[in-house]
């Protein structure tokens, strides 16, 4: 099918939203829009970060799910406790496949679930003796951590254990930082806050010990940058620190993916902070520039295109040396990059998709998909603001869909309407449009492949888009909009 003009694509919102009451209608409204690249800023076209229409399937995560999934529980030499019943930690545990190197429950604990295990007496009475308890029954078992987080869920804010006190009193016992984590899960309007208070909770319990985990001197480099926001899903952030070493600067820390305590405390001594996920991690950038003086920089390590654009932009804050390693890193990768171009873009050209992803990746992956000839003509965030829509306006085509907080419904006719040839989005939605008979990959943890990030990972994401689209399954599967009316079907079978 061919792209949708701005008016039929208003048209499409408007019929869309004729469904719902007329106050869900105004209130739906304002989050989906015709993209339009002359608007300066995309508040005046969409509204973003607010809450979910009741009554609606929202797509979005919580509080607990942004601090705990996201931010703190890739850090892997950490335990990280979820305090309330055990449902949330088992759901929250080794979903987003943080690969890490370590030996599990040895010196690191990622896909290992810590749990208070709430029941109906601690709602009553209270967790704080169960929870300093639990604190000490892992000192024990598992001498080797360099540190604990709490990790509030629900109940615990509506009853008021005391964590903090709690925290306090286990760190000065074991000399090891206990972090209190405030992320109850009713907290905001999605994931997004939680990601914050995470941030917030680094500032003020680990920035402040100002490096007492450091057991040898550190010896600065005019070459020292952090990698923040990578959360190594599948390997993404060994990828892209192989690049940033190759072109001469010293990745000294590298968090949450991965990382460790002590990545986190000498991040305050870098050179420049180099952030992925926006998202997740500009608190606690913003708050080290104002503090520390510490410049920092979004970059995007999808796609050659923007690996190229980004590896310049990161090298024009360093030394012609480093310039220099910028350019002979680009120039090492072209005969690959060209290689997996040549394969790929004839069976993938002018091939459309639709995106609806977390954090960064309804607008970094765009580049990906246009080096493969691909066009994206669709997409919108769980849980973006609009600072974030304000860095995708100008990567979208003119005229194509902008949804935020998408309903599963709108997402559904949507996809009936633009017929894409690909939609990229999470586990939520995936055997819903496989079932419809549309393509699908799982963009939140790369359905089980990856890495994406870095030149090498282009290359498995060509491959994999490739695999998606021209795989043969979908012959046997007939889209609802292909579908012959009932009647038209047994006047031609009799």
Same mark, same amino acid.
């Given at each position: ?6 008016? #039929? ?143 509030? #869920? ?341």
């Amino acid at each position: 099918m061919s792209a949708l003009t701005r008016e #039929e694509t208003e048209a499409l919102i408007k019929e869309v939203l004729e469904v719902y009451p007329e106050k869900a209608q105004k209130d739906r409204a304002k989050h989906l829009a015709v993209n339009d690249h002359s608007e300066e800023q995309s508040k005046k076209c969409i509204t973003s970060n607010r809450k979910s229409l009741p009554g609606v399937m929202t797509i979005r995560g919580c509080a607990y799910a942004g601090s705990k999934g996201v931010v703190w529980g890739p850090i892997k030499d950490m335990i990280h406790i979820s305090h309330g019943p055990v449902g949330c930690g088992q759901y929250s545990r080794a979903g987003r496949r943080n690969y890490y190197v370590g030996t599990t429950g040895i010196n690191t604990f990622g896909t290992m679930n810590f749990t208070s295990d709430f029941q109906e007496k601690d709602i009553v009475f209270g967790g704080d003796k169960k929870l300093a308890k639990l604190i000490g029954e892992i000192e024990g078992l598992f001498p080797l951590h360099k540190g604990i987080s709490v990790q509030s #869920e629900c109940p615990i804010g509506l009853i008021g254990d005391d964590i903090e006190a709690v925290s306090k009193k286990a760190a000065a016992e074991l000399d090891k930082p206990v972090v209190p984590v405030r992320c109850e899960g009713f907290r905001g309007v999605s994931q997004s806050l939680g990601h914050h208070i995470a941030n917030d909770a680094i500032r003020d319990w680990v920035f402040s010990r100002d490096g007492k985990d450091i057991k040898t001197e550190f010896v600065p480099s005019p070459y020292d940058v952090s990698i923040i926001g990578d959360y190594n899903i599948g390997g993404d952030a060994w990828s892209s620190r192989i690049l940033l070493e190759e072109m001469g600067l010293r990745v000294v820390a590298q968090w949450s993916g991965d990382g460790t305590l002590a990545e986190i405390e000498l991040t305050p001594k870098v050179k420049l902070n180099l952030i992925h996920c926006y998202r997740s991690m500009n608190y606690i950038a913003r708050h080290m520039e104002e503090k520390y003086s510490i410049p920092w920089i979004e970059y995007n390590f999808f796609g050659p295109t923007k690996i190229a654009e980004s590896l310049r932009a990161i090298a024009a804050h360093f030394d012609d040396k480093i310039k220099a390693g910028a350019e002979a890193v680009i120039a090492k990768y072209q005969p690959m990059v060209d290689a997996v171009i040549a394969k790929y873009k004839q069976r993938l050209e002018g091939k459309r998709v639709m995106l609806y992803v977390g954090g960064l990746r309804p607008r970094h992956v765009i580049g990906s998909y246009e080096d493969l000839g691909m066009e994206v003509v669709g997409t919108g965030y769980e849980f973006g603001h609009n600072d974030d829509y304000d860095r995708t306006v100008k990567e979208m085509g003119n005229a194509t869909l902008l949804y935020d907080d998408v309903t599963g419904f709108e997402f559904e006719e949507f996809v009936k309407r633009v017929k894409p040839d690909l939609i990229g989005s999470g586990i939520k939605e995936k055997y819903i449009f496989q079932k419809m008979g549309v393509p699908f990959r799982q963009m939140h943890s790369w359905d089980y492949s990856g890495p994406y990030h870095g030149f090498d990972g282009f290359a498995i994401f060509a491959r994999d888009m490739d695999m998606t689209i021209n795989n043969p399954c979908w012959k046997i599967l007939t889209p609802p909009w292909q579908k012959k009316p009932e009647a038209e079907a047994i006047a031609q079978a009799a």
